[in-house]
């Protein structure tokens, strides 16, 4: 089992849908979740840090934590064709090393 | 423009070979980590160095090896190529060691590597 497991998709959506992007983990040890966002050949960005449980908004994008269920969420409202790229979620502990999803790709049409 | 750079950007090589990959952090990040992405794995962490020390290590084969300079910048090695060496090569930097919100890890361009 992958400690950070993605649905590859890929998630097809009109413009201006509500998009949720999700990732599942199994340590318990993790404390601190990601998610990048990677446009075709380029290298993934930060789209969002959480530390712990709870919600984090910024924008059009929320970034939800639920630890008793190991459960990462992303989502995207009134989503943009500029919003088409591979979403991956990462996940880390005390160690210093993240863990990654294979990624999410998502287009949105227009 | 993440700031971080790597060279270089397309690689083309034979099977049995050697190569060397480099990456430039930015500018005051003691950080460096290596990842490969190929499609059916992922973005896979390779190794961190820290200030020119190894300091985490993830699923490196025994014939890669990286290193940090005085100056910062790193180098992965990448030896015996095999087909299946053939992916997408990131190097990000951070400041510290990259378990903070302040901390993140920005990513370079990438090296495509193709073995042939």
């Known amino acids: 089992q992958k400690e950070v497991e993605q649905d590859p998709g890929p998630l097809s959506v009109p413009e201006g849908a509500i998009v949720s992007l999700n990732c599942t983990y199994s340590?318990?040890?993790?404390?601190?979740f990601m998610w990048y966002r990677q446009y075709s050949r380029k290298g993934p960005e930060l789209l969002m840090y959480?530390?712990?449980?709870g919600n984090k908004e910024d924008g059009r994008f929320t970034a939800q934590v639920d630890k008793s269920s190991k459960y990462i969420s992303l989502f995207i409202r009134d989503s943009q064709p500029s919003d088409s790229a591979t979403y991956l979620c990462?996940?880390?502990?005390?160690?210093?090393?993240?863990?990654f999803g294979t990624g999410t790709r998502l287009q949105v049409f227009p | 423009d993440s700031g971080v750079t790597q060279t270089p950007k397309h690689l083309i090589t034979a099977t049995g070979q050697r190569v060397t990959l480099r990456c430039s952090p930015r500018?005051?990040?003691?950080?460096v980590y290596w990842y490969q992405q190929s499609l059916d794995q992922g973005l896979q962490f390779l190794i961190q160095?820290?200030?020119?020390?190894?300091?985490a290590k993830g699923n490196i084969l025994e014939r890669f090896s990286a290193q940090q300079f005085p100056d910062l910048h790193s180098e992965l090695n990448l030896s015996s190529l095999e087909l299946g060496d053939s992916a997408l090569y990131f190097c990000?930097?951070?400041?510290?060691?990259?378990?903070?919100?302040?901390?993140?890890?920005?990513f370079g361009p990438g090296t495509r590597l193709t073995v042939l």
């Open positions: 990000a930097s951070s400041v510290g060691l990259g378990q903070r919100s302040t901390d993140t890890q920005y």
């Open positions: 340590n318990s040890a993790f404390q601190y």
């Open positions: 959480t530390y712990s449980s």
């Open positions: 990462a996940a880390g502990g005390v160690t210093d090393k993240l863990i």
């Open positions: 500018s005051g990040d003691l950080s």
């Open positions: 160095y820290y200030n020119g020390e190894e300091r």
